[in-house]
């Protein structure tokens, strides 16, 4: 399992990179469980270059706020929103 600094890294790289947001559109479920260091724009960063998406898990990303949710309606992907017990 990556640790969280790796996971956030990653995911900027991808971001950044043409040939990472060409793969990121091809993205059907991700996900980050356990990244404490995540925050709020890089998931909105991300999800931004996902319009395939259709499954999003973030279990226990600790410094993800209601922010993250507007993030997730609005990132142009097709996914529901249904919020876990868990969060």
Sequence with gaps: MASGT???TGLAFLVSSQLGAARLGQLVSLHID???Q???EQLG???GL???LRSLSLINCGKLTGAAALHIRGGGSS???GISPEV
Excluded: Y
């Design 6 to 8: 790796s996971v956030v």
């Design 50 to 52: 996902c319009p395939a």
């Design 79 to 81: 996914l529901g929103m």
């Design 34 to 36: 356990t990244c404490k």
């Design 45 to 47: 960063q991300a999800l």
């Design 38 to 40: 995540l925050r709020d």
